[in-house]
């Protein structure tokens, strides 16, 4: 596994921070680096693999990692993703202050745990902090005098408001202005509670109170997927995380995410994983370290 501890790649100077906007169309092997990284989900949709679990990110997500944690990106769907990295010095002054913010306590945090931040930016934030991370990384591009400053206020300026985000949670279910996002949203949250009930899109699209060609549009637009491929992504990622942390068998595994046929469902696993639930099981090793990623 390669361990990335420069990001001079993507800086010309020796600044502690840099910020830059990536298009990804294909897997990315599973690495790790020497410093923090967040990461913002402009488009696209991808599974992303950390510290041993599946997660599913689609536009308006956001996820921060510490030092030294292991991920990757698989299923690979037209993403663009705004990426900030920064060394710890560049939040030196700052960092027990961070680290008691809401949030932020998780990827700052001393404890030597697992945790990280992933959270789903709320509308209402995510203009301010897109707008944000333009600024970091034009600053980055030009490297005008004293932008090594200017970052490092824009960073804080950023954690702070992630934190804030963090702390805002869910959608106003009065404001009109995202009622059809936050009815996307319920059907996410639902998919995620309940993937191994028999779910059609005419089902969600009633609990969405929508018809089922206006929700399926509106879901697509909003996720990046459709509703039943969001469903078997959800299957599919609770699945594999059984299969490393259970004796079940596959078959037993197939069932208790709602797939009565064991056949369809280890076809369905190598499609979205690559790699068949016995593969998985047995080299217990991240889902894509020998992916063809030529395609």
Not at 37 to 56: A, K, L, P
Not at 142 to 152: N, Q, R, V
Request: aromatic letters at 14%; a negative charge.
């Amino acid at each position: 596994m390669k361990i990335i501890d420069k990001f001079s790649f993507m800086v010309g100077s020796n600044s502690p921070i840099s910020v830059k906007k990536y298009h990804h169309e294909m897997f990315v092997p599973a690495h790790s680096h020497k410093f923090y990284e967040f990461v913002y989900v402009e488009s696209g949709f991808c599974s992303h693999f950390i510290n041993n679990r599946i997660h599913i990110l689609f536009p308006g997500c956001l996820f921060g990692m510490k030092p030294f944690d292991t991920h990757e990106y698989y299923n690979v769907k037209h993403t663009s993703i705004y990426n900030c990295l920064f060394y710890p010095e560049a939040v030196e002054e700052n960092f027990l202050k961070f680290s008691q913010l809401p949030g932020l306590n998780q990827v700052f945090s001393s404890n030597g745990s697992n945790n990280w931040l992933n959270l789903y930016i709320n509308p209402v934030f995510q203009t301010e902090v897109v707008t944000l991370l333009i600024k970091m990384s034009k600053e980055c591009e030009e490297e005008k005098s004293g932008f090594i400053m200017m970052l490092k206020s824009q960073l804080t300026e950023l954690l702070i408001l992630l934190s804030r985000a963090y702390e805002y949670g869910q959608i106003d279910l009065n404001n009109e202005k995202y009622l059809k996002v936050n009815n996307v949203l319920k059907i996410t949250e639902y998919i995620n509670e309940n993937y191994s009930k028999p779910l059609s899109v005419e089902k969600l699209a009633e609990i969405a109170d929508m018809n089922v060609d206006y929700f399926s549009r509106t879901f697509k637009k909003a996720i990046g997927m459709t509703p039943i491929y969001y469903l078997n992504i959800v299957k599919i990622s609770r699945a594999y995380n059984m299969l490393i942390d259970s004796d079940m068998s596959v078959s037993e595994i197939s069932e208790k995410v709602g797939i009565d046929d064991p056949n369809y469902f280890s076809r369905l696993f190598k499609m979205i994983i690559r790699k068949t639930p016995s593969e998985v099981r047995k080299l217990d090793i991240m889902p894509g370290n020998d992916l063809d990623v030529s395609h």
